[in-house]
């Protein structure tokens, strides 16, 4: 059964900051791998996706890699602004098109 | 990209009582997700619903307590049954796109009372 795993849970940082978001997954014969962005008692919105033929994707100051041999994607923030805060949650898509989460990584990013 | 509307986007609602959540899509889409997301947890899969078929529920969940309906391309509500305050959550649906990425409604939180 696939798992999903984020590290770290939380994490402050002051603005201007880079950092990055870590996520493994147990079953490395995933589809694609999907970042999204949740603020507070909101939905999803969907950041970056990698299918699973794919190394890496960049959206401005977003850029996300994809190992499937070791299971890990990494989502990197280049220079953190305050607005950038929020629960950054990492998917995988499984074999029927449904999504298998982690539990997400709360950011804060400080004035 | 696909968009979708959820309504309603939050609720408050009476134990025993039951709450239909819908969700429209702007495009024909095969296959339409439900997932519940408690209070600080990350989002769990309840459902798979196909137009024309039962839907398929994940393990916890089942058809009596979550009724799930898909009368055509571009549409499907989610029932919340005979209430309690521990289905109080966010339930947001979703979609494929055409690229294999998700996509989600804004959500709907359901507090229980």
């Known amino acids: 059964k696939q798992e999903v795993t984020q590290i770290p849970a939380a994490l402050s940082v002051p603005e201007g900051e880079n950092l990055v978001l870590n996520c493994s997954f147990t079953d490395s014969a995933i589809y694609n791998l999907q970042w999204f962005r949740q603020d507070p008692g909101k939905g999803l919105t969907s950041l970056l996706l990698i299918q699973s033929s794919q190394r890496e994707q960049t959206s401005g100051r977003l850029n996300a890699s994809l190992d499937k041999s070791s299971g890990r994607s990494t989502l990197y923030i280049a220079a953190s602004q305050p607005g950038d805060s929020a629960t950054y949650l990492c998917a995988v898509v499984g074999s029927q098109g449904n999504l298998i989460f982690g539990k997400g990584t709360k950011l804060s990013v400080k004035p | 990209s696909a968009v979708i509307s959820q309504k309603p986007s939050r609720d408050i609602c009476q134990r025993g009582t039951s709450l239909t959540i819908q969700c429209q899509v702007d495009?024909?889409?095969?296959?339409m997700f439900w997932y519940r997301q408690q209070p600080g947890q990350s989002l769990t899969l309840i459902a798979t619903?196909?137009?024309?078929?039962?839907?398929?529920?994940e393990s916890g969940f089942v058809i009596d307590k979550f009724p799930i309906s898909r009368p055509n391309l571009t549409f499907s509500t989610l029932t919340v049954s005979n209430m309690s305050p521990e289905d109080s959550s966010i339930y947001l649906c979703?979609?494929?796109?055409?690229?294999?990425?998700?996509?989600f409604g804004q959500g709907t939180r359901l507090t229980v009372v």
């Open positions: 495009s024909q889409v095969t296959m």
């Open positions: 979703s979609v494929d796109g055409t690229t294999g990425d998700g996509f």
């Open positions: 619903a196909n137009q024309g078929s039962e839907a398929t529920y």
